[in-house]
């Protein structure tokens, strides 16, 4: 089955880096997307960016210029390099897969896909 587990959250102060990491597994799709979302306290599961078998990637605007989605597919590993960390960017970060051509964070169906079990990332002022 599809396992997909992050690893690289901590606490860092406003201004600072993480790089986090997900190692999947299991998944036989041709074509797919792969993508981070994250859900604060209280708020609903938002979507941060994702990366298409093509490469091309999306982000929500938010993060545009902050965070890097980047892949090694060979390793089946994606990453998300995130610079000039801000405290609303306190949350879990779960990263995300699913079948798929055309991909876009902004219209990443609900709920569909596979998941992992998160990484927190906590930023303070």
């Known amino acids: 089955q599809v396992q997909l587990v992050e690893s690289g959250g901590g606490s860092v102060q406003a201004g600072g880096s993480l790089r986090l990491s997900c190692a999947a597994s299991g998944y036989t799709y041709s074509s797919y997307c792969m993508g981070w979302f994250r859900q604060a306290p209280g708020k609903e599961r938002e979507g941060v960016t994702d990366?298409?078998?093509?490469?091309?990637?999306s982000y929500a605007d938010s993060v545009k210029g902050r965070f890097t989605i980047s892949r090694d597919s060979a390793k089946k590993i994606l990453y998300l390099q995130m610079n000039s960390l801000k405290p609303e960017d306190t949350a879990m970060y779960y990263c995300?897969?699913?079948?798929?051509?055309?991909?876009?964070?902004?219209?990443?169906?609900?709920?569909?896909?596979?998941w992992g079990q998160g990484t927190q990332v906590t930023v303070s002022s």
């Open positions: 990366i298409a078998t093509d490469d091309r990637t």
């Open positions: 995300a897969i699913r079948p798929g051509t055309s991909c876009n964070i902004n219209y990443w169906p609900a709920n569909f896909g596979h």
